[in-house]
């Protein structure tokens, strides 16, 4: 492993931030750590090139949860993404497998387990709970395209702005609507846009 690796962290709570720090540190002792309190912040430290890992804490008041995280991904440029979350959520554990992090950590870890996690991620391995397997119609694994309409459905759009700022027919939004209600296990759209409202702020 690189001692000189560069890794981002994205946290607003200094306690959270130094733990985080001390275990970036421990897993590679040499690691240069920028921290950005906030998305814009972050923003601006992802316009220089040379991290070898991001943490992304998803409960950030300004980092828009799910719909932060894909834009995240969108302009890392490759670099391996870590979320940190307050807790392990069946629902958001499934979707994030489906989005390409380098896995999920929640704040509540131990020290070891989050050490090893920064560790892994820098070696190229997907770090997920191994004995947290999500219940029922949340197992499913979400699309691409699904995440962008769940993370759409999440601000209220009605399925012809979904269609037209995706570049999707409505029938189109209307089938992978139909998908993500049996994987969100709801039966309507309010209860679906209510669930999806919760994946913008993390779970607590």
């Keep these: 492993m690189s001692q000189g690796v560069d890794v981002l962290l994205i946290e607003e709570q200094p306690a959270t931030s130094e733990g985080l720090a001390l275990a970036i540190r421990q897993a590679v002792p040499a690691a240069a750590i920028a921290v950005a309190n906030g998305g814009p912040h972050a923003r601006t430290l992802l316009d220089r090139d040379g991290f070898g890992l991001i943490l992304f804490d998803f409960g950030l008041p300004d980092g828009g949860g799910l719909g932060g995280l894909m834009h995240l991904l969108g302009v890392s440029r490759g670099v391996p993404v870590l979320v940190v979350c307050a807790r392990y ?115 607590a």
């Design 89 to 203: 959520d069946a629902l958001l554990v499934s979707i994030l497998k489906s989005l390409n992090v380098a896995g999920v950590i929640a704040k509540s870890d131990p020290l070891d387990a989050v050490r090893s996690a920064i560790a892994r991620s820098l070696s190229g391995q997907r770090v997920f709970p191994d004995d947290f397997a999500p219940a029922g119609a949340a197992a499913g694994d979400f699309s691409q395209a699904q995440l962008r309409v769940l993370a759409a459905l999440g601000t209220g759009q009605l399925n012809k702005q979904i269609a037209g700022d995706l570049g999707l027919t409505e029938a189109t939004i209307k089938a992978h609507l139909s998908a993500i209600f049996r994987k969100l296990g709801v039966t309507n759209r309010t209860q679906a846009m209510l669930r999806a409202r919760s994946l913008f702020s993390d779970p």
